[in-house]
């Protein structure tokens, strides 16, 4: 079989997975708001959001924002992420809960409690708003 043919075939047999993201294993139809971050309250109101396989949407404390997203659980990599650009007096808060999606690798879904954590010692904590 030729690369290219193998290739093709891959990505069909790929799709006909279905969603293997943090969507489909608890992530879907909710609002995630963010709790803390490495222990500490998050003090501003920042959101996670999984509208569609692939990906990500919410709000931070100053801005809403969209991504992709396309790893299977549990791994978490939020991809380039596309945020308005309206300045607020959170902006500190919001620029921690941008640099923690982005550093995110793993995501763990218990119930009504999402952790995305990496082996570096991230950990955000995040809980349904349903």
Known sequence: MKSGAAAA?????????????????????????????????????????????????????????????????????????AATKRACPNLASEAAFFEGLDAATLSEIANDTLILSNTDGLNMLFKARD
């Open 9 to 81: 075939l891959l990505l069909a047999l790929w799709g006909c997975q279905g969603d293997e993201t943090v969507r489909a294993y608890g992530g879907a139809d909710r609002v995630w708001v963010l709790e803390a971050i490495n222990g500490a309250p998050f003090a501003a109101t920042a959101t996670l959001t999984f509208p569609e396989e692939g990906q990500i949407a919410g709000s931070a404390p100053c801005n809403s924002y969209s991504g992709a997203m396309t790893v299977p659980y549990p791994w978490f990599d939020a991809g380039p992420i």
